[in-house]
């Protein structure tokens, strides 16, 4: 097929009319579609059912019973279970909740109003306080920093993680940069892994930046969601952290949130027992002890059996983004009007349109029945500078309404581009 820029018109016309053709057929089936939702799907849940047979003894391993309060930080076992997902020893994690993203707003809140280091610093002294936002990235981390009254600032997602040159000059620059947002394995977009140059200098970044009071927030959530093994190695970054000396400027996150149950799952927070003890702090004012019961659930179903749950995941998931991957190959391959990622793992592909379409592609598709996730969402305050990024989340959708949704988008992209041309031929 010719690239859709070196249609002649006739040859324009005509692909807009058979695909605005196979929309209208689509439409007619009166579907409704929903690609926006990066939750696991039913099928995936059942996996864990297991999970909620009877325990035969509430006792933890340090002889905790787990019906009762106390053991704040968690028990032995669930937090055994977070460092393996972080690559840290298990006296490192606070296990806590089920949800790693109220963790992340705990951590930081309490750099904001109480400080992390058991000493004067806090957020709060600072006239102005900013975090770098990789770009795209994951909405929820803007909506943490929104509510806490934080700036963002904008650094560039490359395939080898954030552009660290960038991150660096910005943090040695300016006191009021204290932290950065990671999603270091198959990053929310993009997909991505950190290479092991990226980990590197972000273990070292806390100690080249202008403020004494530097956080890496490194969102771990799909630490253990390959889609082939063995997995994909990503480094230690606490190990490099402690080499450096800037192991008191990580907080390290994960959850099981995808693994077992979503919002029944587990929250984890690693990091150094100054960021732990900060943390209790902040807790204890709130809670006397976690849901221990299911830390047992989870760390007798878990352990040792991550690798082989995380692959009857895989074998669900990796049909879904097969099948992405044909569809937009098949619909748009050619046509040299979009880029998209191929993730080995993770939870999303992000699709690159051209400049100034994706609002208008979201609003094509809501017209034609199919919810995406709104352009912009990947970015501080929805503001896509380019207008060009969705996000695609397929795994909640059973394959045929994958199908029939993904088969929607590729028209509606196809139809943008179309008209986005004609404007630009005839201004
Ligand atoms: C990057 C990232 N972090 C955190 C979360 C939410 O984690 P949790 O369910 O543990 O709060 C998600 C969910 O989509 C995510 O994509």
Known sequence: MT?????????????????????????AEKLSLDLSRGKPGPEQLDLSAAMDAPLDSYLAADGTDT???????????????????????????????????????????????????????????????????????YDRHFTICESLGLDMVNIAMLDSGPDMAQATALAAEDSTVKGIWCVPKYANPSGCIYTDETV???????QQAAADDFVVFWD??????????????????????????????????????????A??????????????TALEQSLSVMCIGP????????ARFLSGRIEVHMAQH???????????????????????????????????????????????????????????TPAGAAFPYGKDPNDDHIRIAPSFAPLP??????????????????????AIDEP
Request: aromatic share 6%; proline share 4%; net charge positive.
């Open 200 to 206: 590197a200098a972000m273990a070292k970044l806390p």
């Open 67 to 137: 019906r009762n309060y106390g053991a704040l930080r968690g028990i032995p076992e669930a937090r055994a279970l977070g460092g393996e997902l972080l690559g840290v020893a298990a006296q490192q994690v606070f296990a806590f909740g089920a949800s790693s993203l109220f963790l992340m707003h705990l951590v930081a809140a309490t750099a904001l109003r109480r400080g992390l280091w058991g000493d004067g610093r806090r957020w709060r002294n600072a006239e102005r306080v900013r975090l770098l936002t990789p770009v795209p990235g």
């Open 3 to 27: 690239k859709l820029r070196e249609m002649r018109p006739d040859q324009l016309d005509g692909l807009e009319q058979a695909t605005q053709s196979t929309l209208d057929s689509l439409c």
């Open 220 to 261: 771990n959530a799909y630490a253990a969601h390959d889609f082939e093994f063995p997995r994909a190695p990503l480094a230690n970054l606490y190990e490099l952290a402690l080499a450096a000396g800037s192991e008191e400027h990580l907080a390290m996150f994960a959850s099981t949130s995808k693994m077992t149950y």
């Open 291 to 298: 849901d221990k019961v299911s830390q047992l659930r989870h």
């Open 263 to 276: 919002s029944a799952g587990l929250g984890f927070c690693a990091g150094s027992d100054t960021l732990l």
């Open 401 to 422: 309404e994958l199908e029939a949704a993904m088969q929607v988008l590729a028209q509606c992209v196809k139809l943008a581009a179309i008209k986005q041309l004609r």
């Open 314 to 372: 895989a074998a669900l998931l990796r049909p879904k983004f097969a099948l992405v991957e044909n569809v937009l190959q098949e619909e748009l391959g050619a046509l040299g009007i979009a880029s998209w990622t191929q993730p080995k793992g993770g939870y999303f592909v992000s699709l690159t349109t051209p400049p100034g379409t994706a609002r208008h592609i979201v609003q094509l598709a809501a017209d034609a029945g199919l919810i995406l």
